[in-house]
């Protein structure tokens, strides 16, 4: 997967991620915005169809490329618990 960075500044920072879509942003934009520090987490392409979809995010306090690693994280940690779970379901 590329991640390319886009803009950054002290408080935000806009990133693309070519050939990704909904299914990876959303649950981005949602971890981000669980966290206190994001103020915005928000993501958008110009057209749907060609354009890589960027996510932008803007802390009031921190780093924002440590907010949006800090949301990839618990992404992966929610996935490998229901995994987890998944292997010790027996089969009924």
Same mark, same amino acid.
């Given at each position: 997967?590329?991640?390319?960075? =886009?803009? %950054?500044?002290?408080?935000?920072?806009?990133?693309?991620?070519?050939?990704?879509?909904?299914?990876?942003?959303?649950?981005?934009?949602?971890?981000?915005? $669980?966290?206190?520090? =994001?103020? !915005?987490?928000?993501?958008?392409a110009e057209h749907p169809w060609?354009?890589? %979809? $960027?996510?932008? =995010?803007? =802390?009031?306090?921190?780093?924002?490329?440590?907010?949006? $690693?800090?949301?990839?994280?618990?992404?992966?940690?929610?996935?490998?618990?229901? !995994?987890?779970?998944?292997?010790?379901m027996k089969e009924p």
């Amino acid at each position: 997967m590329e991640v390319k960075l =886009v803009a %950054k500044d002290k408080d935000s920072i806009e990133v693309e991620i070519p050939g990704e879509t909904e299914t990876l942003f959303e649950p981005l934009r949602s971890a981000l915005l $669980r966290n206190p520090n =994001v103020k !915005i987490a928000t993501y958008h392409a110009e057209h749907p169809w060609f354009d890589a %979809k $960027r996510l932008y =995010v803007k =802390v009031s306090d921190g780093k924002p490329a440590e907010a949006l $690693r800090a949301a990839a994280r618990e992404i992966l940690e929610e996935l490998d618990s229901a !995994i987890e779970q998944i292997e010790k379901m027996k089969e009924p």
